[in-house]
């Protein structure tokens, strides 16, 4: 069974460049998450799918960040502008319904 | 709303020595937890989790962990530590998300670091 995808592995930008992520999930996992892990902390959840619907994006900056899972497949995780701050590693994972979550490698961000 | 605490940056040890890695939870009702573990540029990996039942779980690469609900712990151990044990590691707890779904909440992480 092949795992979580994702790509760019790596990206470095400038300050209030656009940047996007892409994440595909394990084939028939409904749930598909996108978090967000700075240096030396905990993966932080920015959101949520079930399908392509969203159910949770209460910590998602909603004025820089968005994000899409159209089809309920693959889904694209945006930022436009970039802050500094914004220089983390972005998780993508996914379970079956509340199940045992499956992470990809990550996408590390770097912001200059 | 649930968490989770793990109270060592870092836990040393030598190889071939016991190893455990802390974790306690607050939750509301039966916890489900779950032990992550995460190599440099790497995503989390799962080694184990706990539901329901026996109160010492047996995990991936020899890792086992112990529910204590007294004493609201979830501590995972090993019995003979590996250099290439050397990691990351994250506890975490599941939660309702406000949709009814689930969640999950993360610990801080705690490294561990085998020396030879």
């Known amino acids: 069974e092949a795992g979580v995808a994702q790509s760019p592995r790596y990206k470095i930008i400038e300050k209030r460049q656009s940047v996007a992520f892409w994440c595909n999930p394990i084939s028939g996992h409904a749930t598909l998450y996108w978090y967000q892990q700075i240096l030396g902390q905990g993966p932080k959840l920015l959101i949520q799918?079930?399908?392509?619907?969203?159910?949770?994006d209460s910590q998602l900056p909603k004025d820089r960040f968005s994000a899409e899972r159209l089809k309920g497949v693959d889904s694209t995780l945006k930022i436009q502008p970039a802050k500094l701050e914004d220089s983390a590693v972005y998780l993508c994972a996914s379970s079956r319904g509340g199940e045992t979550q499956y992470f990809g490698p990550g996408t590390r961000l770097l912001v200059l | 709303a649930q968490s989770v605490a793990q109270p060592e940056d870092q836990v040393n040890v030598a190889e071939g020595n016991p190893l455990t890695v802390k974790c306690t939870y607050s939750?509301?009702?039966?916890?489900?937890l779950f032990w992550y573990v995460q190599y440099p540029n790497r995503g989390l990996q799962f080694l184990l989790k706990?539901?329901?039942?026996?109160?010492l779980v047996k995990g991936s690469y020899g890792f086992e962990a112990e529910f204590n609900k007294s004493q609201t712990s979830f501590h995972l151990k090993k019995p003979s530590a590996l250099v290439s044990d050397s990691a990351l590691y994250f506890c975490?707890?599941?939660?309702?998300?406000?949709?009814?779904?689930?969640?999950?909440?993360f610990g801080t992480g705690t490294r561990l670091k085998v020396l030879a």
């Open positions: 975490a707890v599941r939660d309702f998300a406000p949709s009814g779904t689930y969640k999950y909440i």
């Open positions: 799918f079930q399908n392509n619907g969203v159910v949770d």
């Open positions: 939750v509301s009702g039966n916890p489900y």
């Open positions: 706990y539901i329901t039942g026996d109160n």
